[in-house]
T-cell receptor, first 112, second 112 residues
Framework: QQQVKQSPQSLIVQKGGISIINCAYE??????FPWYQQFPGKGPALLIA?????SEKKEGRFTISFNKSAKQFSLHIMDSQPGDSATYFC???????????FGTGTRLTIIP | ETGVTQSPTHLIKTRGQQVTLRCSSQ?????VSWYQQALGQGPQFIFQ???????GRGNFPPRFSGLQFPNYSSELNVNALELDDSALYLC???????????FGPGTRLTVL
């Protein structure tokens, strides 16, 4: 019930293209869904987050789409750049300042 | 504003030894969470500290223990180290009842 499933495991996108990473969850008590970006040797950095009362949130080139009935959410990176090459993790938590349950990660590579 | 800092950066120990990892939370944050990230995996929640008390624990044995100090900094102690304890240990700080968790750069622990 605590799992968050993430796909794909790895993704290669051409510069300027759209990168899409998907996550699905089982626990209906989850009410906070962040995305983190992690570069090699660094800690995860919070990118963008959404709550289930909205279906979409956009910050710059990053957009989260959220489908409450399907228990799925996705990260879209528009106009992908080589500097976006990193590992991306979706996560979920419930009830305020609670533990984060992470997906398994997606290694994104942006090629010229 | 100072971000989350962790020390040491890297550590090498042998099986059976004990280790202490340290974390200083971001300015103004009173809650610290610890996560273990094995190579190629998402972070796994170890435990959280709030007001110097353990406030939630993941599926980790009692040889993983922690402390939080009055200045909100924290320690993670691991006794009787095992080879599988080799991982990146991440500390995240947050403000009570606010979901956003901000991670430090981590401590890379290698157990030989």
């Amino acid at each position: 019930q605590q799992q968050v499933k993430q796909s794909p495991q790895s993704l290669i996108v051409q510069k300027g293209g759209i990168s899409i990473i998907n996550c699905a969850y089982e626990n209906t008590a989850f009410d906070y869904f962040p995305w983190y970006q992690q570069f090699p040797g660094k800690g995860p950095a919070l990118l963008i987050a959404i709550r289930p009362d909205v279906s979409e949130k956009k910050e710059g080139r990053f957009t989260i789409s959220f489908n409450k009935s399907a228990k799925q959410f996705s990260l879209h990176i528009m106009d992908s750049q080589p500097g976006d090459s990193a590992t991306y993790f979706c996560a979920a938590s419930s009830g305020g300042n609670e533990k984060l349950t992470f997906g398994t990660g997606t290694r994104l590579t942006i090629i010229p | 504003e100072t971000g989350v800092t962790q020390s040491p950066t890297h550590l090498i120990k042998t099986r059976g030894q004990q280790v202490t990892l340290r974390c200083s939370s971001q300015s103004g944050h009173n809650t610290v969470s610890w996560y273990q990230q094995a190579l190629g995996q998402g972070p796994q929640f170890i435990f959280q500290y709030y007001r110097e008390e353990e406030n939630g624990r993941g599926n980790f044995p009692p040889r993983f223990s922690g402390l939080q100090f009055p200045n909100y900094s924290s320690e993670l102690n691991v006794n009787a180290l095992e080879l599988d304890d080799s991982a990146l240990y991440l500390c995240a700080s947050s403000l009570e009842s606010v979901n956003e968790q901000f991670f430090g750069p981590g401590t890379r622990l290698t157990v030989l």
